[in-house]
């Protein structure tokens, strides 16, 4: 059929197959527009009772006008086969998203009034459905209810106990069908259709009140190994409450699914209407009316309703929600939870059937106001990037690139595309009250299909014990075969206590600004975080980061880190963070070449996929004049983080090193318009552009740098030296003066005076600098042989004799 017209509806592919028929995506060609294309099965085409079924379908569907009901548009006939032309929907039957999982209260009273207002229709319009269970509701990727497969309805007035001709039986383990004398679905029948009486509306209130129970509690109310025993309680048996398992369930939904259980009638709600006003008033008191999709479990995801009930319609791959902003802490255990697959035993399987090999993970999008909670959800998505890059044979999108699509519209389809995945993470979180509503998808990026979803409500206080179990199931899934190391590094945390966790990621939301401002904000964090839990190693490692950082611009900050290294590396002597941060003090502080080294080489061999491991190898490589490596370092570095303004500002560092001031001009340009507001793509370029003879633009960069990073002395210097080469004497001199006034309060590096008198031509003045300089250990000193400010004086004898000192003899 694909690639043939039937009329003019022109076929483009199968999305389904069940009992009853087929069914294609196709396009209408008269108006242009996407439809499902249902055909009747060869073997059923000539059975007079599916041709009954089969038009009724039609006939039900098409009577009614409704949003939350599938639209039949058209039908026809292609040879023998007679065919449907319906709605295309994208998303996922009830059924799968739900896979014996409770949903949270605020979605299941939304999901449940669509369903209510799509009866109200249905029944107003006198058709009974009959047939109404999870299969045959679905759900699009908007959160939109559709309700399907009107093949059982009937008018109320020809119903009775001998017009029926099929049962539909479905006991806890599946769908199974056979000739009998009701039409429906066992267990979610009403015990008046269960004993062939004649229906009304209310029956399906009846089945209704199965779904909210399975909705609440993620079980059936009816369950039994056999038929008979399900009929049984169908009959005979009251379920326990729902809030008797799902202690989330309010008592007003304990009754008002009580009273759509109600074996008599007679006590049932009497219509449709009057459930959804009950539904609206519990949504209004519990102050939840936010519409959510729900998305599939499983990986029949994206595929066409029909195969779970045999008559539905088609569902299309979802076409591309925008990308999620990311907003909450607590999306940490959905994040690890959106490839997870509903049950064990096999891999996750991307486009072609074979293995997924690569993911991103997008930023989630959060439903709460406050931009305050932004810095949760960042941190959570790092740790689950961090902890997917530890699965052999699956490459993860850098970090730096998957934040690029944070707070736009972006279709997470083409997002995929861009960064040559196979599936993309997308996902949506909300908190209520101390509770977490996350919903996570994992998209096929190929064709747009769902590959999994799910929906997850959980105390805030059980994050990290549900993250490390989510954690677990994922790498059974995609990795069953992992060793047990490689497994416990991919899902481990650092810390028992929930709140130092959540300070630790307010201290890495802080970092990764990269300003000034975030660095002191930062260590404010960690060390919080410290004072919570004083054996979280993370956090002594961020800490010592966070100095670091700072120690660039303000250098007496650079001490303190050491000891946050020493601390995190005592507690975790394979903290791959940690042992960078020791070879950065080790280079900068201590000029214990071979121990930075060591350092480097170590946190590489625990995290080989770290870019902030490269980077800083990179830079001790560059200092020791080993600079085409450093060159190719900090290009790995740029292939694991391509978008990361710190990986991208030492790059063009290194490329000023090795003497390419044009490509180290185009290199902190492009780091400038990652992040405008980089104090390191600013210096740099200011830099550059000052030894390019670009002098007017050097200062108004340098002048900016200056600004960002609140008036550091050490770009300060070099705007000195920038005022120097431009022939300014005097700005250079007030600058000097401005420096010494500053050294009266805090410390100022001796090398920011040095690079000022080099610039001046005073020779011997600035080596004078440089001498003290290495008296004080300044941090910028062993730079004086690669670093093209010091370029003038740095053949000098009394240059060449502080480089033997320090150990960087050429």
């Not at 059924?95 to 949270?104: D, F, K, Q, T, V």
């Not at 066992?186 to 029956?203: F, I, K, N, V, W």
């Not at 949504?283 to 309703?305: D, F, H, L, M, N």
């Amino acid at each position: 059929m694909i690639g043939q017209t039937v009329t003019h509806y022109r076929i483009l592919d199968k999305l389904g197959e069940g009992g009853m028929g087929v069914v294609y995506r196709a396009e209408d060609t008269r108006l242009g527009r996407p439809v499902a294309v249902k055909f009747l099965s060869d073997d059923l085409a000539t059975d007079p009772q599916a041709l009954e079924r089969f038009g009724r379908e039609a006939r039900a569907a098409s009577s009614i006008n409704h949003p939350h009901i599938c639209a039949v548009y058209d039908v026809g006939q292609h040879g023998d086969r007679p065919f449907l032309v319906m709605e295309l929907l994208e998303g996922q039957t009830l059924r799968h998203a739900l896979a014996g999982r409770p949903l949270p209260v605020d979605r299941l009273l939304e999901l449940a009034i669509q369903i209510a207002d799509a009866l109200d229709a249905a029944h107003g319009a006198g058709l009974v459905h009959r047939d109404i269970k999870t299969a045959n509701i679905f759900l699009t990727v908007r959160g939109q209810v559709k309700v399907l497969d009107f093949g059982l309805a009937k008018q109320r007035s020809g119903l009775g106990a001998g017009a029926n001709s099929e049962t539909e039986l479905a006991g806890p383990a599946g769908h199974h069908t056979m000739t009998g004398q009701t039409m429906g679905t066992l267990g979610y029948m009403s015990p008046e259709q269960a004993r062939g009486d004649t229906l009304d509306g209310r029956s399906d209130l009846f089945s209704v009140g199965v779904v909210l129970y399975q909705m609440a509690t993620g079980r059936e109310p009816f369950a039994g190994r056999t038929q008979a025993l399900v009929l049984d309680g169908i009959l005979h048996a009251t379920p326990a409450p729902p809030s008797a398992i799902n202690p989330d369930v309010p008592v007003e939904l304990d009754r008002i699914v009580g009273k759509l259980l109600e074996k008599d009638r007679e006590y049932r709600y009497q219509t449709a209407s009057e459930l959804r006003t009950d539904l609206k008033r519990l949504r209004r008191e519990s102050g939840s009316s936010e519409t959510v999709a729900i998305r599939s479990s499983g990986p029949s995801s994206g595929r066409s309703a029909a195969t779970g009930s045999g008559t539905g319609t088609a569902t299309a791959p979802p076409a591309g929600p925008a990308a999620r902003r990311p907003r909450a802490l607590w999306a940490a255990a959905a994040a690890f939870a959106v490839v997870a697959l509903a049950a064990a035993g096999y891999q996750v399987f991307g486009p072609a059937g074979r293995s997924i090999d690569s993911v991103a993970v997008l930023p989630f999008v959060s439903s709460d106001a406050s931009a305050d909670t932004e810095y949760l959800s960042d941190g959570v998505a790092e740790t689950l990037i961090n902890g997917l890059a530890q699965l052999p044979g699956l490459r993860v999108a850098a970090r730096s690139l998957a934040f690029r699509y944070k707070g736009g519209n972006v279709d997470p389809q083409q997002a995929g595309r861009d960064l040559n995945v196979t599936a993309v993470v997308t996902g949506r979180i909300s908190t209520r009250g101390d509770r977490l509503v996350i919903q996570a998808d994992l998209m096929n990026v190929a064709d747009g299909s769902q590959i999994w979803g799910g929906q997850y409500n959980r105390p805030m206080t059980d994050l990290l014990a549900v993250q490390e179990e989510i954690a677990a199931e994922i790498l059974s899934m995609m990795r069953p075969q992992l060793s047990g190391e490689d497994r416990q590094r991919a899902i481990r945390h650092d810390t028992d206590d929930v709140e130092a966790y959540r300070l630790y990621l307010q201290g890495r939301y802080a970092w990764n600004t990269g300003t000034i401002e975030g660095y002191q904000n930062a260590i404010g964090f960690f060390q919080r975080a410290i004072q919570t839990d004083g054996q979280y190693a993370l956090a002594y490692a961020g800490l010592a980061d966070s100095y670091l950082m700072l120690g660039s611009y303000w250098v007496e900050a650079i001490p303190q880190a050491k000891a946050a290294a020493e601390q995190a590396l005592a507690l975790d002597p394979d903290l791959a963070e940690a042992h960078v941060a020791l070879g950065h003090i080790k280079l900068w502080l201590e000029w214990d070449w071979t121990g930075a080294e060591a350092e480097f080489l170590k946190g590489i061999a625990l995290a080989p996929r770290s870019a902030l491991a490269h980077n800083q190898y990179a830079m001790y490589l560059a200092v020791l004049g080993r600079v085409p490596e450093a060159l190719a370092e900090v290009r790995s570095a740029r292939e694991l983080e391509p978008l990361s303004p710190i990986v991208n500002a030492d790059l063009g560092l290194i490329l000023l090193f090795a003497g390419e001031l044009e490509e180290a001009i185009d290199q902190f340009g492009r780091t400038r318009e990652l992040d405008s507001n980089s104090v390191a793509a600013h210096q740099g370029l200011g830099i550059a552009y000052s030894l390019a003879g670009r002098h007017e633009e050097a200062i108004d960069v340098l002048q900016r740098a200056l600004v960002l990073s609140q008036n550091s002395p050490v770009i300060l210097g070099h705007l000195g030296a920038a005022h120097a080469r431009q022939g300014d004497s005097t700005s250079a001199e007030r600058i000097l003066a401005d420096l010494e006034a500053l050294s009266e309060r805090a410390y100022v590096p001796a090398t920011s005076f040095a690079v000022i008198h080099v610039a001046l031509g005073r020779r011997s003045t600035a080596l004078d600098w440089l001498e003290r300089a290495y008296e004080e250990r300044d941090f910028a000193l062993p730079r004086l042989a690669v670093a093209p400010w010091f370029a003038p004086v740095a053949d000098d004898a009394r240059a060449r004799r502080l480089l033997d000192r320090i150990g960087l003899s050429r």
